[in-house]
């Protein structure tokens, strides 16, 4: 469940510096709004697990980069933190992690798995926050209806490369012959 808990704008700056959040709580920053996250529920990350062994085991078996589950800090611009569930950086692209997470570029592939709560973010207000700053493959994982949609960023705008169903193969642009199974996810 995702609440926002402040109407006022925070930056960044802003929100790093805040000590009254609750600890039990994940947080982000959305065009500097704060958004209060609960913990996932167990289909949520049983289908984060799955997609996060199959996307690590092709990722180390190429020497491709590294791969990373939530919580994996964001900091996008002025106003937006963010935690996606799972994100890929290239071997090249590297150099933009830190002890604070990635506070400067943006990771090659974001991956959001949908909640009743997060949808409205990961298809609004977040999905335009990684297009517009570049992140190259953004995938949405849909529990609900058993869908995944692959979106490649040409220009700033992210296309719809590739979209499942449960019994569909899902393939990443991205990734060469990185291929998933709707049946690998929602089984």
């Known amino acids: 469940m995702e609440l926002l808990i402040e109407e006022e704008k925070y930056t960044v700056e802003d929100f790093r510096k805040m000590e009254s959040l609750d600890e039990n709580y994940f947080y982000e920053l959305i065009n500097g709004e704060i958004v209060k996250k609960s913990s996932?529920?167990?289909?949520?990350?049983?289908?984060?697990?799955?997609?996060?062994?199959k996307l690590q085991t092709f990722v180390l078996n190429k020497k491709l980069g590294e791969v990373f589950y939530a919580p994996m800090d964001v900091y996008l611009?002025?106003?937006?933190?963010?935690?996606?569930?799972?994100?890929?950086?290239?071997?090249?692209?590297k150099g933009i992690l830190t002890e604070e997470g990635i506070v400067e570029g943006v990771p090659d592939l974001v991956i959001e798995i949908l909640s009743p709560t997060t949808g409205k973010y990961d298809r609004g207000?977040?999905?335009?926050?990684?297009?517009?700053?570049?992140?190259?493959?953004?995938?949405?994982?849909?529990?609900a209806n058993r869908i995944v949609e692959v979106y490649t960023n040409e220009n700033k705008r992210f296309i719809l490369h590739s979209y499942c169903l449960e019994k569909e193969k899902v393939a990443s642009k991205l990734l060469k012959d990185l291929e998933l199974s709707g049946e690998e996810?929602?089984?």
């Open 40 to 53: 996932p529920h167990f289909e949520h990350q049983r289908a984060s697990g799955k997609i996060f062994l």
């Open 77 to 93: 611009d002025e106003f937006n933190f963010y935690q996606p569930d799972l994100l890929y950086i290239s071997e090249a692209n």
């Open 185 to 187: 996810i929602f089984v």
């Open 125 to 143: 207000k977040k999905m335009q926050a990684y297009e517009s700053h570049g992140v190259q493959e953004y995938w949405i994982v849909d529990l």
